[in-house]
């Protein structure tokens, strides 16, 4: 139940698997993005509502070969030039996409951890994504004959979530913006929460969301695993490191160095839990 | 009230969006040019605007600008905190959200708008970040409200991707369609207001800030650009407007 951040991610993440890394803007997994790097995954299908820096860094180091998704970008900064180059020129390897919107994808998510093979919606109408994306249907209502939109329900292989604390059996304590988080760790076959500290007692806080531990497969202390993002009550937001992201992913060369030293090198991966 | 001459396209594109904000109406916020707008209605003429943003923050009173849509001072300062689920399913699609604020890459002269890429989708010139919340905000939002600076790169004939639907082909097109929200009311640039017909929905220029002539605006244009008989001037934005902006912007 408790485990090492790279145990956990020896475990429970496989070459070939469909992984979320779920957060908005608030508690992202970076720590444990990094160790997926670490470890050398490949031919994930990642699947973020929102995929930012460590979806970059995981995109430029070869892990992915599909990415569904509803927005990607570098927020407050711009774009994510490594997914660009992915997109664009097929490096390090071609990276097919998935594209949807917010309200699909978190449908997707609600669906999965309903166990509902569909989610029904209002939404997509008229837009090119219908033409794109061959997971958008239509479907009949049956009572009213209305027409609506139908998207598949999303139920990763592991969903890595950050959360604030857990206890010792392993039960997740998280607040704040809690995102899609809940339903993507409930969607999920097997899932993985990294926490900033484990501890004896949750103490009870207002507007808390709290994962029982029998849906949760793994937690790891992992202190900071959010950073850069932040984690409500623990560290703020290092809005200077999303801005450093642009120059450093722009070029192949300077990206190059930054896994070698921020990811390969023994102080990031000492500081990060991982191996 | 005084007016100042010392002030930026930008910063007038930005006063101009607050004006159209008003009352206790709740407003569905983006980060970026919207939410400076927002910010700036709601510490002069509308403080009870209701700011949601998608992050799940619910009447936000932020103290100073956000840089994200989920930074720790929406959901500190927000009335609740919802689930990102909850925020499409039972907030947007329900029509409970009066105006949407979009931002655009590509817009085209029935205010459909493009989010997504430049040139082709599958061998893209310009990979952009794609839709977000927007298709379904430009669909549900009672109104939506565009802010975008104006150029030909920008005001195509075309869009290269309809990521979100604005008028459609214009007529009943949208309607047709079955959107529920009335689309885009309002196209606010850095050189003036456009909005769009009451019969063809074809984006008219209305209104043209201090100093923009109509050869200006056309020029910005990819097409042939409507231009209203009661074609309006911007009011120039107030000195408390301006420090005000100032103090959020920090510029």
């Avoid at chain 1, 390897?93 to 309200?103: C, F, G, K, N, Y």
């Avoid at chain 1, 926490?195 to 531990?213: A, T």
């Avoid at chain 2, 893209?124 to 927007?134: C, D, F, Q, S, Y």
């Amino acid at each position: 139940m408790i485990v090492s951040l790279d145990e956990g991610i020896r475990e429970l993440v496989r070459d070939g698997d469909t992984v979320a890394l779920e957060g908005f803007t608030h508690l992202i997994p970076v720590s444990a993005g990094h160790e997926i790097i670490r470890q050398g995954r490949r031919d994930l299908t990642l699947v973020r509502m929102t995929p930012d820096v460590v979806y970059d860094q995981l995109i430029g180091a070869g892990c992915a070969r599909k990415l569904v998704f509803s927005w990607g970008g570098n927020p407050g900064v711009g774009s994510l030039h490594r997914f660009r180059d992915a997109i664009q020129n097929g490096w390090p390897v071609p990276l097919e996409i998935e594209e949807h919107s917010h309200a699909g994808m978190a449908n997707r998510y609600v669906a999965g951890a309903s166990g509902l093979p569909f989610a029904v919606m209002r939404g997509y109408t008229g837009t090119d994504l219908v033409s794109h994306t061959p997971n958008i249907a239509t479907v009949e209502c049956p009572f009213t004959g209305e027409r609506l939109t139908a998207v598949p329900a999303l139920n990763p292989d592991v969903t890595i979530i950050h959360a604030q604390r857990a206890d010792r059996r392993g039960n997740v304590q998280m607040w704040g913006i809690t995102g899609v988080q809940k339903e993507a760790v409930l969607a999920a076959r097997r899932s993985l929460v990294t926490v900033e500290e484990i501890v004896d007692e949750l103490e009870p806080l207002p507007g808390q969301v709290i994962l029982p531990s029998r849906v949760v497969t793994a937690v790891a202390e992992v202190p900071g695993g959010a950073r850069p993002s932040y984690a409500h009550g623990y560290y703020e937001r290092d809005n200077g490191a999303y801005q450093a992201w642009d120059p450093i992913s722009r070029d192949r060369d300077s990206f190059a160095r930054w896994l070698e030293t921020d990811v390969f090198g023994g102080a990031g991966a000492a500081r990060e839990g991982g191996r | 009230m005084s007016t100042v001459t010392d002030y930026t396209s930008d910063e007038i594109m930005t006063v101009t969006a607050a004006h159209a904000l008003s009352g206790a109406m709740a407003c569905f916020v983006g980060i970026g040019l919207p939410s400076t707008a927002a910010n700036l209605a709601r510490r002069t003429h509308a403080p009870d605007l209701w700011m949601i943003y998608e992050s799940g923050t619910l009447g936000a009173k932020p103290g100073t600008l956000p840089l994200s849509i989920g930074d720790g001072v929406l959901a500190e300062t927000a009335d609740t905190v919802i689930p990102v689920p909850e925020v499409f399913n039972y907030w947007l699609q329900p029509g409970r959200i009066d105006v949407g604020f979009l931002g655009a890459a590509q817009i085209d002269r029935y205010a459909n708008i493009n989010t997504t890429v430049i040139g082709d989708y599958g061998d893209p010139k310009v990979r952009l970040p794609g839709a977000g919340g927007a298709p379904e905000i430009a669909a549900s939002c009672r109104e939506v409200i565009v802010i975008v600076r104006q150029s030909r790169r920008t005001f195509v004939e075309s869009v290269d991707f309809v990521t979100s639907v604005g008028h459609g082909k214009g007529g009943t097109d949208r309607a047709d369609l079955g959107l529920r929200g009335a689309g885009p009311s309002r196209v606010i640039t850095d050189l003036g207001v456009l909005e769009p017909d009451p019969v063809t929905r074809e984006l008219t220029l209305v209104q043209i800030h201090p100093g923009v002539s109509v050869d200006d605006a056309r020029a910005a244009t990819g097409w042939d650009l409507a231009v209203s008989p009661d074609l309006g001037r911007t009011p120039e934005p107030t000195a408390e407007e301006l420090a005000v902006l100032r103090a959020l912007t920090g510029k």
